[in-house]
Every structure is written in structure tokens, then in C-alpha cells.
T-cell receptor, first 111, second 115 residues
């Protein structure tokens, strides 16, 4: 079964703190995506991770991929209020052309 | 920058009615997809479409659902007889390729409310 699990589901953190969101998946994947979603809005693409060991950074967010462990992380550095949103990982498994999304992590950054 | 567009942004319908959700994919893309997101839940794959055929569909995509590319630009999702549980945000996506090199680009979504 193709499964994608994210944790934590909810994350409340203070401004200035660091934290990591985890995305585990069940079998071989061609690629992994991270998205941000604000309430009632569409999916904003953050990162595309294509290969083992891939690391990408944009501002206070950094994503990495370990295909052997079937794990991706989204690291938040020195969080600010504007990062409050729901973050989804999505996996495109080998042999399929659909995305399987994780459950999402609802992040709230407290001032 | 080219983008996927969807209409309407919000559709309210009564249970049992038919609805058609419309999407205009990015113009040179060949693969098309529908996903849905029930409020507060994760995004779920419904169907993929290529060369005027369904290439893959999920268990959610039952006989009540159909997709069509009626002309060279639109891609539609029809729900024949809506149920309360069909209330969700529906996202259309398109990609130039499938698999490696084929990142899917998502539209803004249509919020469907079934009363």
C-alpha cells in the first residue's frame, strides 16, 4: 500500500525557535514535494526533491530527502509568525503518476 | 507565468444535482489530474487523464464521477448526483510529462458545497 505519514499533525511554536517536520513514505519514490497551504487557499509549491541526499533551502525553510530511509524533513529555522500555515509533503511513487499526500502539519507560530 | 485556472471558485448545489467543475490546464501540458480536499483533511488523488483517456483513478472516483476534455483547452470534472460528502475543495493539476520531469502544477481550486 502506498502510504505517506507526516508528523507532527499540529505544531505550536514560539517565534525564533527551530523545529522539524517529518515525512515518511512506504516504498520507492521518484520524487517528493513540499507544499504550503493557507486556510481556504490552494497549494503553494515550496520544494521539489528528486534524488537521495537532495537538500534545498529557501529563507527559513530547508528540506532534505533520504530515499534509503524513505524520509524527508522540513526544517524551520528561527520561526516567524508569517510561517503559520499547513505544510504537506506529497510523494510520487515509482510506477504511478499521482501524488500521495501526507496528512499535513498545521503550524502555528506564536509571537 | 502560465498557470492552471479553475471555475467557479465556489459552487453551491443541492444534493442530487449534477455539477461540472472546469479547469484550464497550462497550454502545452498533456497530463491532467483532479484531486479533492475535504475541509481540514489531506489532499486526495481522484483521477489522471492523458490522451483522452483515464490513465489512473482512485477508489473515490466511482461511477458518479466523470472527466472530459471537451475541447483543446478545458478539462472538466462532472459529478452526476451530488451527495453531502462530496463537499470539498477540488483541485485541478496539469503536467507536461508524467513521471520524472513532470511536476504537477495545481490550480486555485473550486470549493463545492452540497446542501
Amino acid at each position: 500500500e502506498l502510504k505517506v505519514e507526516q508528523n507532527p499533525l499540529f505544531l505550536s511554536m514560539q517565534e525564533g525557535k527551530n523545529y522539524t517536520i517529518y515525512c515518511n513514505y512506504s516504498t520507492t519514490s521518484d520524487r517528493l514535494y513540499w507544499y504550503r497551504q493557507d486556510p481556504g487557499k490552494s497549494l503553494e509549491s515550496l520544494f521539489v526533491l528528486l534524488s537521495n541526499g537532495a537538500v534545498k533551502q529557501e529563507g527559513r525553510l530547508m528540506a532534505s530527502l533520504d530515499t534509503k530511509a524513505r524520509l524527508s524533513t522540513l526544517h524551520i529555522t528561527a520561526a516567524v509568525h508569517d510561517l503559520s500555515a499547513t505544510y504537506f509533503c506529497a510523494v510520487e511513487f515509482s510506477g504511478t503518476y499521482k501524488y500521495i499526500f501526507g496528512t499535513g502539519t498545521r503550524l502555528k507560530v506564536l509571537a | 507565468e502560465p498557470e492552471v485556472t479553475q471555475t467557479p471558485s465556489h459552487q453551491v448545489t443541492q444534493m442530487g444535482q449534477e455539477v461540472i467543475l472546469r479547469c484550464v490546464p497550462i497550454s502545452n501540458h498533456l497530463y491532467f489530474y483532479w484531486y479533492r480536499q475535504i475541509l481540514g483533511q489531506k489532499v486526495e488523488f481522484l483521477v489522471s487523464f492523458y490522451n483522452n483517456e483515464i490513465s489512473e483513478k482512485s477508489e473515490i472516483f466511482d461511477d458518479q464521477f466523470s472527466v472530459e476534455r471537451p475541447d483543446g483547452s478545458n478539462f472538466t470534472l462532472k459529478i452526476r448526483s451530488t451527495k453531502l460528502e462530496d463537499s470539498a475543495m477540488y483541485f485541478c493539476a496539469s503536467s507536461a510529462l508524467a513521471g520524472i520531469g513532470g511536476e504537477q502544477y495545481f490550480g486555485p481550486g473550486t470549493r463545492l458545497t452540497v446542501t
